[in-house]
């Protein structure tokens, strides 16, 4: 049975229990329902009870349970609230990284709740989702890149790579004998992946390369010198709309939060007291900064929704891939 996970996973009940039961006792909401323990004089209400049930089983409530199972459920909310008492006790709650934790699970589970009450009654028509699909489809990547490369840790090192290239060593036993990236036990081959996935600079030389071709001046990256061989290119067929309808709601949910976050700030009252960063600067030329081959489209990254999805590189992990 599902809810048989309130017996098997303790560690994952004791640290919710944990969280909920450190909250401090003048933030909690006034609950009202009959207490179904009392610890140290302060009660455990059946509503807490309830809610810690449905949170640990997907929404099942005690009744779903064997008996057993809501003493188990009991005896860790009772637990969670003698550690808490102890370490009210000792000042834990006042001091030290603790002070922080509790303050940002608040932070978090407010906004959380403040995000479910606006999109409540803001669904996203049909009209915004087919919007934001084009859009997204705009800023998506058109073709991928089959690549392999070799990894070494300096420039002459690289050079040499190339010229062993140049008087015909086969690349793929370079790369198993020579690099230092984990994708030297496939040959350096990353498989298909769009720009990107990769660094800018990394990214920047492969879509300067024909099928075929290699690097014959190494390329630098924060990972260390590469020898880079473009194989294969293809066009990037993008997922139809209803196979990412679910996600472009999440999309469009997120992008509405956040204009409604954005209004908040813009009427609240702001100091600040760490240094801005500074503008961008135009170069001396007067002509405006580029953006680097491969950058990321807006809204890529992991704080925001992704792009359609498009399919991973074969050898995840390698250095070549933006961390």
């Not at 450190?22 to 609950?31: I, N």
């Not at 989702?129 to 002459?156: D, F, G, W």
């Not at 990256?221 to 996600?247: A, C, K, N, S, Y």
């Amino acid at each position: 049975m599902k809810h048989s996970r309130i017996l098997t996973t303790a560690a994952a009940l004791a640290a919710l229990t944990a969280l909920a039961a450190c909250q401090p006792r003048s933030a909690a909401p006034a609950d009202n329902s009959a207490p179904i323990a009392v610890v140290n004089g302060a009660p455990i209400s059946r509503d807490l009870y309830d809610f810690y049930i449905k949170g640990m089983t997907g929404g099942k409530s005690p009744a779903d349970l064997t008996p057993q199972q809501r003493n188990i459920a009991l005896d860790n909310l009772i637990r969670g609230r003698v550690v808490a008492d102890e370490a009210a006790k000792e000042g834990i709650d006042k001091s030290g990284d603790a002070v922080y934790l509790l303050e940002l699970t608040r932070l978090n589970v407010l906004q959380e709740t403040v995000q479910q009450r606006y999109l409540k009654d803001r669904k996203p028509t049909e009209q915004e989702l087919r919007a934001e699909y084009e859009t997204q489809l705009a800023t998506t990547p058109k073709i991928e890149y089959h690549a392999r490369h070799i990894l070494v840790a300096t420039e002459p090192f690289a050079q040499k790579i190339v010229e062993r290239l140049d008087k015909g060593e086969k690349f793929d036993v370079l790369a198993k004998a020579e690099s230092m990236d984990p994708s030297k036990n496939n040959g350096g081959d990353l498989g298909w992946f769009t720009p990107d996935r990769m660094v800018p600079e990394f990214s920047g030389a492969v879509m300067a390369l024909k099928p075929g071709e290699y690097t014959h001046k190494p390329v630098q990256t924060q990972f260390g010198w590469h020898v880079i061989q473009l194989l294969d290119t293809r066009e990037l067929t993008p997922p139809p709309f209803d196979q990412v309808r679910q996600r472009l709601e999440q999309m469009v949910q997120a992008k509405k939060f956040r204009m409604y976050t954005d209004e908040l700030m813009h009427n609240a009252k702001i100091e600040r007291f760490i240094e801005q960063p500074a503008a961008p600067q135009t170069p001396p030329s007067g002509q405006a900064p580029s953006a680097a081959p491969g950058s990321a489209p807006a809204g890529s990254g992991s704080a925001a929704p992704a792009t359609p999805p498009a399919p991973a590189p074969a050898a995840s992990g390698s250095s070549a891939q933006k961390k």
